[in-house]
């Protein structure tokens, strides 16, 4: 099938190379020259495990190509995907002006029937705002989809290639059956192909965000809890992750989510829901909660150094030099949207402490936002030396087995604040750390 891809972003670009892994003959469209350039070359523009392969053996066999010209890639294909960003306004609405704007242009190429899937995310009524859109360029026939993904940051390539579901909003049979074919090579497993309303699809994908975003906040609004009646977030974790009912997926507690998906879907949804007429308590109160859990680790280093030395006053960690591992809102990706990592440097940085980060892939990102604010490490074990202590805001797979021998002789004190409940405490204060986490204050007994 031939197939148009608007838009290269994380989404697109995965999109359009699984796409044309399956056979299907792929045109990639981009307004950024730049990034169009850098991609017929075969470079990867994004930092996700696996696609980089895949893009070099679809170019290679000629199934894929890239471009600025969306009338080329419009006209050359049945199915035409958007999938711009769709970034969130003052008030919290997603920004549509980007899914319009493409339609628009859409509308004004067509040379014949067309299938318009928007894999943007997207409120509900989106693909009215669509039809319409494309209607008022052109009198040619034409059908609008709502096809949601749900891709992970970091794992983006597998979740394409083996989805859970795949859900496809049409009002038209035809159009439905034509989507399962485009499909079905990702399904033969048996995984659903779910047919719905248009309206229904639009939901489902903000749904789905606000329902794990909701466990990731009940989980850290519960670790409060733990640490003050002394107990265990993580034995409590595992004991209701066993009911089946519940199941493990979303209930690690932290340093609250980031991203580009969590923050300004929830956002959305309580939008939307305004628009309607309706408050969205719970979901009100999972972004106050996840607020609130991105400075807990700042909170905690400022209040352990005021309680060691006895000091008061804005530049508390004045003098002190500290270490942090993480900058990524989370592992296998160099996305830094709306990363608890951002919230806790800035955190530190106004007490007045020196810092020192690594990040395994989002270095170059974190240079765009904090400059020479902040100094950077090659490696782990570049960050430590002289370090009064270790705060680790991300869980690459890296920080979970240090040479805690080497640590303790690089670093000033052997204090570590970790935002990811990586290690185990009793371990910890057997090798003479002082240990903080999240949710487990029975084990803080060295706290000064």
Same mark, same amino acid.
């Given at each position: 099938?031939?197939? #148009?891809?608007?838009?290269?972003?994380?989404?697109?670009?995965?999109?359009?190379?699984?796409?044309?892994?399956?056979? *299907?003959?792929?045109?990639?469209?981009?307004?950024?020259?730049?990034?169009?350039?850098?991609?017929?070359?075969?470079?990867?523009?994004?930092?996700?495990?696996?696609?980089?392969?895949?893009?070099?053996?679809?170019?290679?066999?000629? !199934?894929?190509?890239?471009?600025?010209?969306?009338?080329?890639?419009?006209?050359?294909?049945?199915?035409?995907?958007?999938?711009?960003?769709?970034?969130?306004? =003052?008030?919290?609405?997603?920004?549509?002006?980007?899914?319009?704007?493409?339609?628009?242009?859409?509308?004004?190429?067509?040379?014949?029937?067309?299938?318009?899937? *928007?894999?943007?995310?997207?409120?509900?009524?989106?693909?009215?705002?669509?039809?319409?859109?494309? @209607?008022?360029?052109? $009198?040619?026939?034409?059908?609008?989809?709502? *096809?949601?993904?749900?891709?992970?940051?970091?794992?983006?390539?597998?979740?394409?290639?083996?989805?859970?579901?795949?859900?496809?909003?049409?009002?038209?049979?035809?159009?439905?059956?034509?989507?399962? =074919?485009?499909?079905?090579?990702?399904?033969?497993? %048996?995984?659903?192909?779910?047919?719905?309303?248009?309206?229904?699809?639009?939901?489902?994908?903000?749904?789905?965000?606000?329902?794990?975003?909701?466990?990731?906040?009940?989980?850290? =609004?519960?670790?409060?809890? #733990?640490?003050?009646? %002394?107990?265990?977030?993580?034995?409590?974790?595992?004991?209701?992750?066993?009911?089946?009912?519940?199941?493990?997926?979303?209930?690690?507690?932290?340093?609250?989510?980031?991203?580009?998906?969590?923050?300004?879907?929830?956002?959305?949804?309580?939008?939307?829901?305004?628009?309607?007429?309706?408050?969205?308590?719970?979901?009100?109160?999972?972004?106050?909660?996840?607020?609130?859990?991105?400075?807990?680790?700042?909170?905690?280093?400022?209040?352990?150094?005021?309680?060691?030395?006895?000091?008061?006053?804005?530049?508390?960690?004045?003098?002190?030099?500290?270490?942090?591992?993480?900058?990524?809102?989370?592992?296998?990706?160099?996305?830094?949207? =709306?990363?608890?990592?951002?919230?806790?440097?800035?955190?530190?940085?106004?007490?007045?402490? $020196?810092?020192?980060?690594?990040?395994?892939? @989002?270095?170059?990102?974190?240079?765009?936002?904090?400059?020479? !604010?902040?100094?950077?490490?090659? *490696?782990?074990?570049?960050?430590?030396?002289?370090?009064?202590?270790?705060?680790?805001?991300?869980?690459?797979?890296?920080?979970? !087995?240090?040479?805690?021998?080497?640590?303790?002789?690089?670093?000033?004190?052997?204090?570590?604040?970790?935002?990811?409940?990586?290690?185990?405490?009793?371990?910890?204060?057997?090798?003479?750390?002082?240990?903080?986490?999240?949710?487990?204050?029975?084990?803080?007994?060295?706290?000064?």
């Amino acid at each position: 099938m031939n197939v #148009c891809v608007i838009g290269t972003g994380y989404v697109g670009l995965v999109v359009g190379v699984c796409l044309a892994e399956t056979g *299907n003959d792929v045109i990639c469209v981009d307004v950024d020259e730049s990034k169009i350039e850098r991609l017929k070359k075969g470079d990867v523009i994004i930092y996700e495990p696996g696609l980089g392969p895949l893009l070099k053996r679809n170019m290679e066999e000629g !199934r894929i190509e890239f471009t600025t010209d969306l009338a080329y890639g419009v006209r050359r294909s049945l199915f035409n995907f958007i999938a711009v960003g769709t970034p969130p306004g =003052e008030d919290g609405s997603a920004d549509l002006q980007h899914v319009l704007t493409v339609a628009k242009d859409i509308g004004r190429n067509m040379d014949a029937y067309k299938i318009i899937v *928007n894999k943007s995310t997207v409120p509900v009524g989106t693909a009215d705002l669509v039809r319409k859109t494309i @209607a008022g360029e052109t $009198s040619l026939e034409f059908n609008v989809v709502s *096809n949601p993904e749900f891709l992970k940051e970091g794992g983006a390539v597998s979740d394409f290639l083996k989805p859970d579901r795949v859900i496809i909003g049409t009002d038209d049979c035809r159009v439905a059956e034509l989507m399962k =074919e485009l499909y079905a090579p990702f399904v033969r497993t %048996g995984n659903p192909i779910l047919i719905m309303d248009i309206r229904s699809a639009e939901m489902t994908k903000y749904a789905a965000n606000a329902m794990l975003a909701t466990r990731i906040s009940f989980m850290n =609004e519960l670790s409060h809890l #733990c640490e003050r009646a %002394g107990a265990d977030i993580e034995m409590v974790r595992k004991g209701i992750s066993t009911d089946s009912r519940i199941g493990s997926s979303f209930l690690f507690p932290g340093a609250g989510y980031g991203g580009s998906c969590f923050p300004k879907d929830v956002k959305a949804i309580i939008r939307t829901a305004q628009d309607y007429g309706l408050s969205m308590n719970i979901l009100n109160s999972v972004e106050e909660v996840n607020e609130r859990q991105k400075g807990l680790l700042g909170e905690k280093v400022i209040e352990y150094f005021s309680k060691l030395e006895g000091k008061k006053g804005d530049k508390i960690l004045q003098g002190k030099t500290i270490a942090l591992w993480g900058l990524s809102f989370k592992p296998q990706t160099d996305d830094m949207r =709306e990363a608890p990592s951002i919230v806790t440097i800035n955190q530190l940085l106004k007490a007045g402490a $020196s810092i020192k980060a690594y990040d395994p892939a @989002a270095i170059g990102v974190a240079k765009e936002i904090f400059g020479d !604010r902040i100094a950077y490490g090659k *490696n782990v074990y570049d960050c430590l030396p002289d370090a009064d202590c270790l705060v680790i805001v991300t869980e690459w797979n890296e920080f979970r !087995r240090p040479n805690y021998d080497k640590m303790k002789g690089l670093m000033k004190a052997p204090v570590v604040f970790d935002g990811r409940n990586l290690y185990d405490p009793e371990r910890m204060a057997q090798r003479d750390f002082q240990y903080f986490c999240i949710g487990r204050g029975v084990y803080n007994q060295k706290n000064p």
